[in-house]
């Protein structure tokens, strides 16, 4: 598999794990639309709004990280590798992708790990007693999704710039499809 399919293929996911998160969010503001007309109508809330929320929010900021990472959508700071030069800059991106690359696992993990204990211990909601752990593994594996994606950006940025060959077809910074 070349790498321009395999990063089509990893774009094609994250564009879909951030709609079915954009998707989320506008079931969630259903529900509080709901709730709102609720209140203003018959003066009764839903009182499964916030049980809801808190379920669905760790879903919904999840899945905006894979595609993120794969865009190159977060905050650089360059101008200590600039004002050294192109060799010292790609060892600095270097050194970023990896340190990037270590806090992703870093989160993966202790996701993991809490999941595991909501699961655990059998965590609910406190009204409508949806179980915290299911919606918590699919924040967890949008979490998890990640370490791949960025590990492909590291290799790719090595290639590119500490190598010099060039990246891999298809592994241009902020590629589009």
Same mark, same amino acid.
């Given at each position: 598999? =070349?790498?321009?399919?395999?990063?089509?293929?990893?774009?094609?996911? @994250?564009?879909? #794990?951030?709609?079915?998160?954009? $998707?989320?969010?506008?079931?969630?503001?259903?529900?509080?639309?709901? +709730?709102?007309?609720?209140? *203003?109508?018959?003066?009764?809330?839903?009182?499964? #709004?916030? +049980?809801?929320?808190?379920?669905?929010?760790?879903?919904? /900021?999840? @899945?905006c990280f894979p595609i993120g990472v794969l865009?190159?959508?977060? /905050? =650089?700071?360059?101008?200590?590798?600039?004002?050294?030069?192109?060799?010292?800059?790609?060892?600095?991106?270097?050194?970023?992708?990896?340190? &990037?690359?270590?806090? &992703? $696992?870093?989160?993966?993990w202790q996701f993991t790990l809490y999941t595991?204990?909501?699961?655990?211990?059998?965590?609910? =909601?406190?009204?409508?007693?949806?179980?915290?752990?299911? *919606?918590? *593994? #699919?924040?967890?594996?949008?979490?998890? $999704?990640? #370490?791949?994606?960025?590990?492909?950006?590291? /290799? $790719?940025?090595?290639?590119? +710039?500490? =190598?010099?060959?060039?990246?891999?077809?298809?592994?241009?910074?902020?590629?589009?499809?």
């Open positions: 598999m =070349t790498w321009v399919r395999i990063e089509r293929w990893l774009f094609i996911f @994250s564009r879909w #794990v951030a709609l079915c998160g954009l $998707s989320t969010l506008l079931l969630l503001a259903l529900f509080i639309i709901v +709730d709102i007309v609720m209140r *203003w109508l018959l003066n009764t809330p839903y009182e499964g #709004v916030g +049980d809801i929320y808190r379920v669905l929010l760790p879903i919904i /900021v999840s @899945s865009q190159h959508r977060h /905050v =650089t700071i360059r101008f200590l590798g600039k004002s050294l030069g192109p060799h010292w800059e790609a060892y600095f991106n270097l050194f970023g992708g990896i340190l &990037f690359l270590l806090f &992703f $696992s870093l989160i993966a595991i204990e909501l699961q655990a211990v059998g965590e609910y =909601t406190w009204v409508i007693q949806l179980p915290m752990a299911p *919606w918590w *593994w #699919v924040t967890t594996c949008v979490m998890a $999704s990640c #370490v791949p994606l960025q590990a492909l950006r590291v /290799v $790719s940025n090595f290639i590119r +710039d500490v =190598t010099g060959r060039g990246a891999p077809q298809g592994l241009e910074e902020g590629m589009q499809f």
